[in-house]
């Protein structure tokens, strides 16, 4: 099964926009349109360990996993941090 599908069965709602979004929340002073899929996250000015915090209450709190430091620094774009969060819920739906 590939990860979209898993995921897509996991939430319907869910999809790289509405997580795009969900990021682009958890910054106050970054304009949310600077944020795309292809957003170098940690190259934005506001960017800090705080919002790094701020990114894994999120998940856990909108995607019901469990989410870690590691896998925000295994990432750089806003899409590898969704892809990781697929790659999460698939690794939860095979247990």
Not at 41 to 59: D, G, H, P, R
């Amino acid at each position: 099964m590939k990860i979209s599908e898993v995921f897509l069965r996991y939430n319907n709602s869910m999809n790289l926009d509405q997580f795009i979004e969900n990021i682009a929340d958890l910054f106050e002073e970054t304009d949310s349109d600077t944020i795309q899929a292809t957003t170098r996250f940690k190259e934005l000015k506001e960017w800090s360990s705080l919002i790094a915090l701020s990114v894994i209450a999120m998940v856990d709190e909108e995607y019901d996993i469990e989410f870690r430091g590691d896998d925000i620094r295994n990432s750089n774009t806003v899409e590898d941090l969704y892809n990781a969060v697929v790659t999460r819920i698939e690794e939860e739906e095979l247990e």
